[in-house]
């Protein structure tokens, strides 16, 4: 059975560093996302890529966060510098096209120091 | 914005018996309602979904209910078996084509052998 695949699959990083987390969604899912989950808490939507274009990044920090998805296919969150309170699990998802029904990845459990 | 609130946060029952748990969403416009259910260290799995024109779906020992004049939807599992142990998160997609999910606060299901 297809898998969205993420890594690495824990991370643990100083404040004030650079972090990066990447995602390969399952083939044929031209939408992707990141998620953010705080422990204790539901996923929160980061960014909504559809191919290589960012549909929705509202709550994304931008002052911070970046992510990219060059070729439409994998992707890559990046976090500078980062802060403590992003400590969380950090979620990617993928679907087909015009479809609701997401499915997600292992995530990356981030501890920043 | 659309709003999940979902109860019980903890929730604890005998094998073999029930359990229900429920979400209310804010959004009138919200048309697809999916349940995840998330293990520990793991991402969340889409275990069953209804669209709006739709007011009840089962799978096997799962089922839903939606009740959109009230604005509720529930997730019912029958005959529980310690497998059914995990936080289960519910959903709501309140605006058309963009497939954003808002989540609820997730619920923490134990089963007692």
């Known amino acids: 059975e297809a898998e969205v695949a993420q890594s690495p699959r824990y991370k643990i990083t100083e404040k004030s560093q650079a972090v990066a987390f990447w995602c390969d969604p399952i083939?044929?899912?031209?939408?992707l996302y990141w998620y953010r989950q705080i422990l204790g808490q539901g996923p929160e939507l980061l960014v909504q890529?559809?191919?290589?274009?960012?549909?929705?990044d509202s709550q994304l920090p931008k002052d911070r966060f970046s992510a990219e998805r060059l070729k439409g296919v994998d992707s890559t969150l990046k976090i500078q510098p980062a802060e403590l309170g992003d400590s969380a699990m950090y979620l990617c998802?993928?679907?087909?096209?015009?479809?609701?029904?997401?499915?997600f990845g292992p995530g990356t459990r981030l501890t920043v120091t | 914005g659309e709003n999940v609130e979902q109860h019980p946060s903890t929730l604890s029952v005998q094998e073999g018996d029930s359990a229900v748990i429920k979400c209310t969403y804010s959004?009138?416009?919200?048309?697809?309602f999916p349940w995840y259910k998330q293990e520990l260290g793991k991402g969340p799995q889409l275990i069953i979904d209804?669209?709006?024109?739709?007011g009840e779906k089962k799978d096997q020992r799962i089922a839903v209910t939606l009740n959109k004049t009230a604005k509720h939807f529930s997730l019912h599992i029958t005959e529980t078996q310690p497998e059914d142990s995990a936080v289960y998160f519910c959903?709501?997609?309140?605006?058309?084509?963009?497939?954003?999910?808002?989540f609820g606060q997730g619920t923490r299901l134990t089963i007692n052998p």
């Open positions: 209804i669209r709006s024109n739709v």
């Open positions: 998802a993928s679907s087909l096209p015009h479809r609701y029904e997401q499915y």
């Open positions: 959903a709501a997609s309140g605006i058309q084509g963009a497939q954003k999910l808002v």
């Open positions: 959004d009138s416009a919200s048309n697809y």
């Open positions: 890529f559809q191919d290589e274009s960012v549909v929705d």
């Open positions: 083939s044929g899912h031209a939408t």
